[in-house]
């Protein structure tokens, strides 16, 4: 440990950038729970002084943390933050509406410096945020003292006469530790049976320390003998320990949660490792399936069970791994939440957001991918959907526009839902401007599916119209590719006057999927299953040629195929007949003929990194059991590819 | 088992878990010692009484307990006493460093601190002790 230089302290420090950018967003999610709940409070004197003293502590946390790692502006900028909520604390000012402003445009520009940071860009400037904050002060001379926080008052009690104070005690040992149980425990298994009035740390007569802590509960003697089990005595608290003494600790509701971080690579690592095991299985399973004929009949069933219990038992591993992987999508949509009350009033439109399904869990990884997309969605809908109040109420609409942010799973999917009540998609009014960008042919009638595709396509809108609002670099062609990229797909549905929905869909996890493995002359290649609507036979007379375009006859209409062996340039033969898999939505679906289809299976998915091994159509490769490599196909890119060479 | 150097036992107590890493691996480069860590007052409380500890780094600001209540704490017991107690709080101003002297902190450190005037300082108290 000499190695070290300790005069390079910016060197020093930077090892803990990935801690720091982690934990910096861990607080800048609970300042943005604490600053909703904050909102209600504007104008009154009754501010709920645990959200206040959770606020404090993450600014006072993130200007330590910023400063180590030599971010000055996080840092000054979480200080100028810290003092104001300082202040409201004392109660030396209320905080008003400009005030409150202030707090939650200080917080969206300290996320901005830290991401700034994080993405090598430079840093915004955050001296006019801070003069706000600073007008909203009380003493901008800054009597800045760091004095213990004045106890808090004690938990109101407003439990009914059944409740009985208890004063716990609990003694720690190095054995309880071992088996978990500590202060934290006993702690939050208290919170779970009543009140946690307080808790402090004691010298008993013999020595030894212990923890007393006060707690009213309904819950009668008997109900607390697991506690004495381990080590802990009740006894009905004394009527003068419920003092207001200076020594009453500020018993705060978040518990310290029992949460290891990771970095999500070495999650990506263990994938990776259960990847391999799951191609092993495989092979085992192939193994054992050539082995039925030399083996004895008994042997070889429990050699076969054996096999099957370890394929369930993978998939299980499988499993809690993915759900390490998964975070609650409500931490975005609070973001949301965050960005539309931000539009809201620079636009002066009324907005409510209606968030459900926040508990639904998703992959880290595709939460960082969607990120933005989402984002993108939801700025749209409140700078193009929702209309102004004025406009709501001449056409008699209720004044607050609703924009409804839901979650969902559905099956190996979650779907993701961002509606609006506003005006519409104007059908004609897209039709014209594709139509004058060379982007459409102008015809009469098109579904939402259609007008989607219109909306997404690249050049449909325009620089000078990204304002503000729904720019940012980010087009709905980018929110369609980062959806298709991920497996997933979009939906629209909108009716002018009405409102506007789309609805995302993406697959849970992405390591590993179900695919169908298709042979096409002699080459295998796999189909993730998700993308395949059907699979038919199909008798070579039935095909025809138009246009240059191969077609079948499919469900009273046709189907455009798309012979698999033409896009990569492979020979193939005329079959009687051969199979086509139908990819795509209803109305732009399309056959991929194959030769044949020789099974199903579990694949591994990896991305090929490579840009010389990079092709269009291939979205990676996976591993058979037989140790050969087989190339994924990407559906979404082969129907692309069929659309550009038609014309 | 020759001649068994004594190791020391350093806890780090810290509501951030990167400061708390930051300090460790500034302490990594002192001989024979080990860090544990706390995120509260009251765990810092708690490993006290369940292991040996020779020095404490504490910051002020925490949840359920205050450091300057650690200090008083650990102070007014017999067997904690003697326990040499680095301060080290994120930008104080006097009155929070003479109130942690007076309560009885032995250095009142500010944070962004530098890791090896850290290292020194920790080392320095524990040779002394």
Known sequence: MDTQNPDNRGEFFHQFLDDYYAECDEHLVSIRRSLVTLEDEVDTRTIDRPVLDNLFRSFHTLKGISGMVGLGAAEQLAHHLESYLRELREGSVVLSEPGFEALSAGVSQLEGVINARHHDQPVPSIDEIVERLQAVSSDSAGANSETAPTSAPETAENHAATTTRWQVEFTP???????????????????EIGNLIRAKPIVKSAGEIAFEFIVATIADKNALASFEADGLTFKPAPVESAPRVKDSQPVSTITPATIVRVDLDRLDELMRIIGELVNSRTRLEDQVAELKRVTPAALWRSLEETSQSMGRQLRDLRESVMRVRMVQIGEIFERMTFVVRDLARESGKKIIVQLSGGETEIDKFLVERMMDPLMHLVRNAVSHGLETVAEREAQGKRSEGLLSLSAMTAGEMIVIKIADDGRGIDRNFVLARATARGLSHGNAEIDDAALLELICTPGFSTRDEADRGSGRGVGMDVVKKATEELGGRMLLATKVGQGTSFTIELPLTLAIAEALIVSVNGQRFAVPQSAVREVLEVESASTKVLENNEIIPYRGK??????LARVFEMNYKRADSFHVLVI???????????????????????????????????????????????????????????????? | MPDELKTNNILVVDDSPTMRRMVITSLGSLRLVKSTQAGSGLEAIERLAIGPVDLMVLDLNMPDMHGMEVIDFVRSHQAYRDIPIVVLTTKGDDASRTEALAAGANRYLTKPFDPRQLADIVGSLLKAN
């Not at chain 1, 046709?558 to 012979?563: D, W």
């Open chain 1, 584 to 647: 795509g939505e209803e109305t732009n679906a399309m056959g991929l003929a194959v030769d044949r289809i020789l099974g199903q299976r579990e694949i591994v998915v990896r991305a090929i990194k490579d840009p010389l091994a990079q092709s269009k159509g291939i979205a990676g490769a996976t591993e058979l059991g037989d140790r050969r490599v087989v190339l994924i196909l990407d559906t979404t890119a082969l129907r692309q590819l069929a659309v550009t060479s038609k014309h």
């Open chain 1, 558 to 563: 046709v189907l455009p195929l798309l012979r």
């Open chain 1, 173 to 191: 040992t190095a054995e309880l530790a071992g088996r978990g149980v500590n202060v934290n425990s006993v702690r939050s298994r208290l919170q």
